[in-house]
T-cell receptor
Framework: GAGVSQSPSNKVTEKGKDVELRCDPI?????LYWYRQSLGQGLEFLIYFQGNSAPDKSGLPSDRFSAERTGGSVSTLTIQRTQQEDSAVYLC?????????????FGPGTRLTVT | AQTVTQSQPEMSVQEAETVTLSCTYD???????LFWYKQPPSRQMILVIRQEAYKQQNATENRFSVNFQKAAKSFSLKISDSQLGDTAMYFCAFMKHGYNNAGNMLTFGGGTRLMVKP
């Protein structure tokens, strides 16, 4: 497809389990961003990748959160030992590169529910 | 650090009328971007309009226009001729203007839920 895709669309998991969320950016986009949208914290930045550079992890809320980006394309956000406060919509966005950060295209998000 | 504040959690407007959503922000940066995003129930964030801080002219996109007051750090969105399809959450957002790999993330306000009534 032409847009940013994310999978799964919805994920329900038990507290303490690990989850992986996937983001496929727009083809050719080298910059990729993860955001979290939760009732308590609103919309917040998590992590940013630009090509093969070291990611900006300044928004990750705890060391239970990690993300990787393989081959400069697909990204996976991993949450270990999930907690109920991790319940949120996780949004991914991409842009052509960091100079085009002002044109971020968003995916439909993954709704994570931790029971 | 930047902060973005939307003081109207919910608003409603009659179809075909005009509505204005408020946004204020705080930053020490001089060069930055401001955005309004729309998020319908599908969750997809859609860019409505973008303003570069160094441009004095207010941005417009069809029925959508902004009132950018840099000194007051205010950035309101006006929707003219409101349509049922405008019903959504609207987020105001800020981003520093940078050419390096840092500071390219969006900082969002808390959102305003807009309901357009028939």
């Amino acid at each position: 497809g032409a847009g940013v895709s994310q999978s799964p669309s919805n994920k329900v998991t038990e507290k303490g389990k690990d989850v992986e969320l996937r983001c496929d950016p727009i083809s050719g986009h080298t910059a990729l961003y993860w955001y979290r949208q939760s009732l308590g914290q609103g919309l917040e930045f998590l992590i940013y990748f630009q090509g093969n550079s070291a990611p900006d992890k300044s928004g990750l809320p705890s060391d239970r959160f990690s993300a990787e980006r393989t081959g400069g394309s697909v990204s996976t956000l991993t949450i270990q030992r999930t907690q109920q406060e991790d319940s949120a919509v996780y949004l991914c966005a991409s842009s052509l590169d960091s100079r085009w950060a002002y044109e971020q295209y968003f995916g439909p998000g993954t709704r994570l529910t931790v029971t | 650090a930047q902060t973005v504040t939307q003081s109207q959690p919910e608003m409603s407007v009659q179809e075909a009328e005009t509505v204005t959503l408020s946004c204020t922000y705080d930053t020490s940066e001089n060069n930055y971007y401001l955005f309004w995003y729309k998020q319908p129930p599908s969750r997809q964030m859609i860019l409505v309009i973008r303003q570069e801080a160094y441009k004095q002219q207010n941005a417009t996109e069809n029925r959508f226009s902004v009132n950018f007051q840099k000194a007051a750090k205010s950035f309101s969105l006006k929707i003219s001729d409101s349509q049922l399809g405008d019903t959504a959450m609207y987020f105001c957002a800020f981003m520093k203007h940078g050419y390096n790999n840092a500071g390219n993330m969006l900082t969002f306000g808390g959102g305003t839920r807009l309901m357009v009534k028939p």
